[in-house]
């Protein structure tokens, strides 16, 4: 029978109910119109249920579908229909309508009942079923063995993998290693690559000498790539030695990059100065003007660590690049000549300031700095500065203060100017949402209903998306002007991930291509530890012990007192709110469209890839993820390859891309035209209707219309030849980058299959020797008076903040 969705390979369809027109057992989409649910419309539709998915399309209409993940369904009942409901759907069924009394108890046995989903989105939807048993038992089965997964390896990303990998090894010219080497979506981001592209105009060209760099030509010689592996002297590791697959940082990627002068060694001790160990790390340079955008978590201004954290960020302070002499060079030959940051590693660094932002002889100065000498004082140099950008309220930051975290304040960060964007945290973003979401289900149908901007202005949602947006304009303005920044917020991996990527794609055009958006997500938001799993409500045991250590310290209040509770928060879908509204206001600046962010906001619910599995890189390395399970990625490409090419009608492509003005960007020939400003004013801030009014009842028609109209729309589009190669290439890099990673993770795979589960005491760091005095969750100092708690199993000692913390084994 004919079915207008298109099943995933290796669904099986275990229920399929036709249109309740042609059944007397049919169903039927229930919309309740008006905010006091005065009408309710009944549109009849055929349903489908498989292992995965529940799927509907309204009249039979392909064109009117409603695709449902079993995992994205937050909560669901079963109970009867309403007598409003029950007449309407006699009516729909060409029945007589009979006399129904108000009490459900003497309603017919054969009356219908009426089954509501509750996704983890924004929806909420309202199927009519007939009064049939086996019906009823085959859906609640499903509903009941989805709400009831145990572990990871059992959600739909594994399993439909697995099966689509056994079937490929039945086929000699499909075999497994073909398929695995296909899904690069894996491997988008190429740290190495990634910044060779960032820091110079011409990757291929060698590496010039650090006296001779200068800014808008190459900075590579005024960074490094810092590995945070356990053993970094063997990439590939032994049966004999598990702990090496792990990290020193187990929610940063295994590698970051740091400014020349900075090294391993003041990495690895600058961890406890910050919450979750999350340092200073660099997500942007502006080749420009060379300045940084770092990010990190919020100081602990009570660790004893903190002087490293401080020379760190010292380090951050652009000091090659000022208006009167954009030319100037980075580093002085006396600071070359220090062979290292510390004389041991036992003993405290010598205080090297750093030169200044802008040289005070500007006119007919010399081009490098003044020599510096490291016993003079701060006083010796001109002060630089470094932006902090504090995602919170001074209030919330003053308040962790008090347990331990903070901001940078005092006269050892006198080189830092704070600023304040008073941006909520999760909890109150999901407060938002859930506002949100009685207001989509309230203003459903085309009834003109009083109090909707009212109602809408009451959710705070686009308050909070305007204040995100100012908070990246601003910090996008400041690095274009030359000014490093470090952003943070309490954990670094909520509020400071949208801000940066956000600020990036106001940057840098190569990330408003598909294929830069892609990569900027997995690195952004995957790679620097964003929790996806607990975010979007599907964490789950995995077989190590980072799959559920989630309480790696709470020093938020509002978080403290939510008792170690999982925070589900809608924080990304937040961020693709403030990427719509970029994307309205400079339609012609973004190769993707507005389709492809709706995509992908559905998609982090639905599980049936693995990219926005776990909570971390490290997770998804270890849990198998990225070997076992398909990136959104490819699929994202591949489709947007098919497009182009004209083999399937326009969805995620622009069709009105200006490409011309974004290629000048990303070759660097002409870098400001690659900067857009957004206006952040609220008059241009619009509710995003197309996404939240997606499943209302009028919208369900107009999209019969649009998608009619859209797939007419078929044609050969190209960005130029030499566009076309970059971004061509770019994916056969990735496609190379994946062929020479599966050995690697077919290794670690074997370890573990052989090994058994990994505990957290047996993937200690070799340079990880924590003080009994510093809390292995949250790493403040444990004062005299404190009561410390000792763990048996990992053998760390917490804090009483950080005592209740899970450890398998």
Not at 62 to 86: E, F, G, H, Y
Not at 333 to 359: D, G, H, R, Y
Not at 404 to 430: A, D, K, M, R
Request: overall charge neutral.
């Amino acid at each position: 029978m004919y079915s207008p969705f298109e099943l995933i390979d290796g669904e099986q369809v275990d229920l399929h109910i036709c249109s309740s027109i042609n059944s007397p057992e049919g169903v039927a989409m229930a919309y309740f119109k008006g905010s006091k649910v005065k009408e309710c419309v009944l549109r009849p539709c055929t349903l489908l249920l498989s292992e995965y998915r529940i799927m509907l399309w309204v009249d039979g209409d392909p064109k009117c579908t409603v695709n449902i993940s079993l995992l994205a369904i937050d909560r669901w009942r079963i109970q009867p229909a309403s007598q409003q409901v029950v007449k309407a759907f006699e009516i729909i069924q060409k029945k007589q309508p009979r006399t129904v009394t108000s009490s459900p108890q003497s309603s017919s046995a054969s009356a219908p009942l009426m089954l509501t989903l509750n996704l983890k989105h924004v929806w909420t939807h309202h199927v009519v079923l007939p009064r049939n048993l086996m019906i009823i038992r085959n859906i609640q089965a499903r509903l009941t063995a989805c709400a009831n997964t145990l572990r990871l390896d059992q959600l739909p990303a594994f399993t439909l993998e697995t099966r689509k990998q056994q079937r490929a090894a039945t086929v000699p010219e499909l075999g497994e290693d073909i398929q695995l080497k296909d899904d690069f979506g894996w491997c988008l981001w190429n740290p190495q690559q990634e910044w060779d592209r960032l820091l110079c105009m011409n990757p291929s060209e060698a590496v010039p000498d650090i006296r001779t760099a200068v800014v808008g030509k190459d900075l590579r010689p005024w960074f490094r790539h810092i590995s945070l592996r356990t053993n970094t002297n063997n990439d590939d590791p032994s049966d004999d030695n598990v702990a090496t697959l792990y990290t020193s940082s187990p929610t940063y990627p295994t590698d970051v990059v740091e400014p020349m002068e900075v090294g391993r060694t003041l990495v690895l001790g600058a961890m406890a100065a910050r919450s979750k160990g999350r340092f200073p790390a660099l997500s942007y340079v502006h080749l420009a003007t060379g300045a940084a955008l770092a990010r990190s978590s919020q100081p602990l201004l009570r660790s004893r660590q903190l002087y490293l954290d401080i020379i760190l960020c010292q380090a951050l302070v652009n000091r090659g690049f000022s208006e009167a002499t954009p030319a100037s060079a980075r580093t002085t030959s006396a600071m070359l000549e220090q062979p290292t940051l510390f004389a041991s590693p036992s003993s405290p660094p010598a205080f090297v300031p750093p030169p200044s932002l802008f040289e005070e002889h500007r006119i007919g100065g010399s081009s490098t700095q003044p020599p510096c000498n490291p016993n003079d004082g701060v006083s010796s140099f001109p002060s630089g500065v470094l932006k902090v950008v504090d995602c919170r309220s001074l209030l919330s930051a003053k308040g962790n203060a008090q347990l331990g975290g903070g901001y940078e304040s005092g006269p050892q960060y006198s080189f830092c100017s704070t600023e304040f964007y008073h941006i909520e945290n999760v909890i109150s973003v999901s407060k938002s949402f859930d506002k949100l979401r009685a207001l989509v289900s309230c203003y459903q149908g085309d009834n003109a209903e009083e109090g909707f901007y009212k109602s809408l202005h009451d959710t705070q949602w686009l308050s909070h998306i305007q204040r995100i947006l100012v908070c990246s304009s601003e910090l996008s303005q400041s690095i274009a002007k030359g000014q490093s920044c470090l952003v943070h917020c309490t954990d670094g991996w909520d509020r400071t991930a949208q801000c940066c990527a956000t600020a990036m794609l106001l940057l840098d055009p190569f990330y408003r291509t598909t294929a830069g958006f892609c990569m900027l997500i997995e690195k952004e938001f995957c790679s620097f530890g964003h929790k996806f799993a607990e975010r979007s409500a599907h964490q789950l045991p995995g077989r190590t012990s980072f799959a559920t250590h989630s309480d790696v310290g709470a020093l938020d209040p509002e978080t403290r007192d939510n008792n170690g509770k999982l925070e589900a928060s809608p924080i990304f879908v937040q961020f693709l709110d403030v990427v719509f509204q970029v994307l309205r206001q400079f339609p012609d600046a973004f190769e993707f469209t507005s389709q492809l962010l709706e995509y992908l906001s559905e998609e982090i619910y639905y599980g049936f890839h693995g990219t926005f599995l776990c909570n971390c890189e490290q997770e998804r390395a270890l849990e198998g993820v990225r070997l076992c399970t398909r990136s959104i990625w490819t699929d994202v490409l591949q489709r947007v390859q098919s497009e182009k090419r004209g083999e399937s009608p326009l969805c995620f492509v622009n069709a009105q891309y200006d490409y011309e003005t974004s290629w000048a960007g990303i070759t660097k020939q002409n870098p400001e035209s690659g900067i857009i400003k957004p206006i952040c004013n609220s008059r241009y801030l619009v509710f995003w209707d197309e996404l939240y009014f997606k499943a209302d009842l009028d919208r369900c028609v107009k999209r019969e219309r649009d998608v009619k109209k859209k797939r007419e729309l078929t044609r050969v589009l190209s960005w130029g030849s030499d566009f076309d190669f970059f971004l061509d290439e770019f994916i056969q890099g990735a496609r190379r980058e994946r062929a020479n990673e599966i050995p690697k993770l077919q290794r670690m795979e074997k370890i573990f299959q052989t090994s058994g589960p990994i505990t957290q005491s047996s993937a200690h760091s070799s340079w990880c020797t924590f003080d009994p005095d510093i809390c292995f969750g949250c790493f403040k100092n444990i004062g005299i008076f404190a009561t410390a708690a000792h763990c048996d199993s990992c053998k760390h000692s917490f804090c009483m903040d950080c005592v209740v913390h899970v450890c398998v084994g």
